[in-house]
């Protein structure tokens, strides 16, 4: 289906029962944002607020709650925007093949951005007059959580030269001045932050807009990973199935397609304290400076809709969005990396701090002993891949013999356990980059990393129930079993990394006064042994996103030789860290003023 704007998608999804009307006055401030919490985890339909308490326009969240849904609403493009994909990704076959392609490239040729005459459609407003979503009770303001953020290269100007990107909006709150100022939090490294370098080299002020709704494509667009060279500007002409249609207005580009245009600059070295704000950890990012844009105009459509969505702990509207890309883009990392048989982001993890990894093992430099050798020059190929260089954790081995999926996540990592030689197998990055968002580290994009390798004979079975030795502790207890081999142990808060490491050595000598381990080859610490083992979800969301692995790794008679640190049992500490951003827990008081929505003769009645 071919939409020329959002209004038409929504029509289009309410005819076909995937969206359904929200009749009642809600509130901005958390009431939505916790009814579309709801709705998403209980697999239900896009949302489609039509009184938003303190704004005329309405708002619409959960469109890509489903992959079935978004599917649903490319049906009409999907194919030809994969083929395309391919062939970016696969020039070669075009070449061999012209004729075959023609189709393809006849498409994405007609999928250019067109210029056309100014948004006359347009009315002027002021950011206090849009929803002002506030999400979670501890966020600094409102935030746009499905922006459209346009911006030019200042050295060679030009809707072609242009990036556009989905980089989280502060609209008020903190230290900026409401209807004037908004918070934009981004990195250097990503494409609005080489816009930007490249205007503080010129001692300019960076021009940027921010586009909100319009067709689907335009939003899936600005988080697509797309081939060099493809703007997604033409990739969301080619999904929408109609150009992207812009406009400028007193040097600022217009996305005429768009319910609302936010337009403004940033300048060199201005900054304000953005956030705090609950993020795809599952905790608050805390308030740091970011840049501030200066707002010159806001414009809306007569009937515009705000889309948002809700960031949070995973599974969220986000999870969906990185399986819809997947499906559409294939294995890209496969293609690009020489060995490389599938990478897995574990979304329970908040995608960034683990990778779950299969390589291939086609040598190894002893002739009688299969152990990682080339599964190391994958790891560190990995590791130095786009936002794959942002992980923590890299668990990876190779089949031999048997088939594994890394999707299948207890049986992959199980695997991986019976092979690995502590002793041999794990290998640190230490003093690196990790998430801006993971407050794990040693600072702001401050940690480590480290390899878990495993290839060749199974080593061990694994415990299936917490072993004596494990019972009894003094150091730590309560210890439930999480999976084969996996065993966690609860144990009190602590105020330094000192007191932790006296604690967690005490408890490494009960351990090693008590005879080997061999079946249990990972103790994890925990604040909260009931809750870590209550599901695999906890458990990698818990263990992964509150250990950095430098300081957070220990083991049962470690030694380094030659450099190289191995154990007999690894323990990971995943308490929270006295540094580390508090969870993102919602608000009792919200959630029974909610539930009149889901009542009898409500809008919301058998959704849940």
């Known amino acids: 289906m071919s939409y020329r704007n959002l209004e038409e998608c929504i029509v289009d999804l309410e005819r076909h029962g995937h969206l359904v009307r929200i009749r009642e006055e809600v509130d901005p401030y958390l009431e939505m944002a916790a009814i579309h919490l709801k709705v998403y985890a209980a697999n239900g339909p896009a949302l489609l607020f039509e009184n938003v308490k303190g704004s005329k326009f309405r708002a619409v969240s959960n469109l890509f709650g489903t992959i079935e849904r978004s599917k649903f609403i490319f049906r009409d493009t999907w194919e030809a925007a994969e083929r395309i994909i391919g062939l970016r990704n696969d020039p070669m076959k075009a070449l061999k093949n012209p004729f075959a392609h023609a189709g393809s490239a006849f498409a994405a040729w007609k999928a250019l951005p067109q210029q056309t005459p100014g948004g006359k459609a347009f009315q002027e407003i002021a950011i206090s007059d849009m929803p002002l979503i506030h999400s979670w009770p501890m966020d600094g303001g409102a935030f746009v959580t499905l922006p459209q953020v346009y911006s030019e290269d200042p050295e060679k100007p030009g809707i072609m030269n242009s990036n556009l990107g989905m980089y989280r909006v502060q609209l008020n709150g903190n230290e900026y001045e409401l209807n004037k100022e908004i918070g934009l939090h981004y990195q250097i490294h990503r494409g609005i932050g080489v816009h930007q370098e490249k205007a503080n080299r010129q001692g300019k002020p960076l021009k940027v807009s921010v586009f909100l709704g319009g067709p689907p494509s335009h939003t899936l667009s600005a988080v697509m990973p797309l081939p060099e060279g493809m703007s997604e500007l033409t990739f969301a002409g080619l999904l929408a199935g109609r150009r992207f249609q812009y406009s400028y207005e007193n040097g600022y580009c217009i996305s005429n397609d768009a319910d609302f245009v936010i337009t403004g ?24 400076p970011f840049p501030v844009m200066k707002v010159a105009k806001v414009y809306a459509k007569p009937n515009a809709i705000f889309p948002f969505t809700v960031v949070g702990r995973p599974p969220q509207e986000d999870t969906s969005f990185g399986a819809l890309i997947h499906e559409l883009t294939g294995d890209a990392v496969a293609k690009e990396i020489p060995g490389v048989k599938e990478v897995h982001a574990v979304d329970a993890a908040g995608v960034h701090p683990l990778l779950f990894a299969i ?18 020059t994958i790891a560190n190929r990995i590791l130095g891949t786009g936002q794959l260089s942002l992980a923590k954790y890299l668990f990876i081995t190779a089949e031999d013999g048997k088939p594994l999926d890394t999707h299948r996540e207890t049986e992959f990592l199980t695997y991986i356990l019976e092979r690995i030689d502590l002793r041999r197998d794990i ?17 702001l994009n401050c940690g480590s990393k480290v390899i878990f390798a495993a ?16 019972k009894e502790l003094r ?19 602590f105020t330094s990394y000192a007191e932790a490491e006296r604690e967690i050595e005490a408890c490494i000598e009960a351990i090693r006064s008590r005879g080997e381990l061999a079946s249990c080859p990972m103790i994890i610490l925990t604040d909260d042994s009931e809750f870590i083992s209550h ?25 380094y030789e030659f450099k190289h640190w191995g154990c007999d049992n690894v323990i990971i500490d995943a308490r929270i860290k006295p540094h580390h951003a508090p969870p993102l827990l919602p608000d009792p008081t919200v959630e029974r003023n909610i539930e009149r929505l889901f009542a009898k003769g409500a809008s919301l009645e058998g959704i849940l």
């Open 535 to 559: 599901s695999l979800s906890n458990f990698l969301w818990v263990t992964f996103t509150r250990s950095n692995p430098s300081h957070d790794i220990y083991g049962v008679n470690s030694r």
């Open 455 to 470: 290839y060749g004979e199974k080593k061990r079975d694994l415990c299936t129930e917490v072993p004596h030795s494990l």
């Open 475 to 493: 150091e730590f207890g309560q210890p439930r079993l999480i999976m084969p081999g996996v065993v966690a142990m609860q144990g009190a808060s």
């Open 427 to 443: 290998h640190f990055q230490t003093n690196t980059t990790i998430d801006t968002l993971d407050y794990s580290g040693t600072g």
């Open 359 to 376: 390589g291939s093992e086609r040598y190894t430099p002893y002739q009688q002993v299969k152990q990682p050798a080339e599964l190391l």
């Open 265 to 288: 600059e940033i300048h060199p070295g201005d900054t304000k304290p953005e956030g705090p704000f609950g993020d795809h950890l599952g905790y608050y990012s805390l308030v740091h």
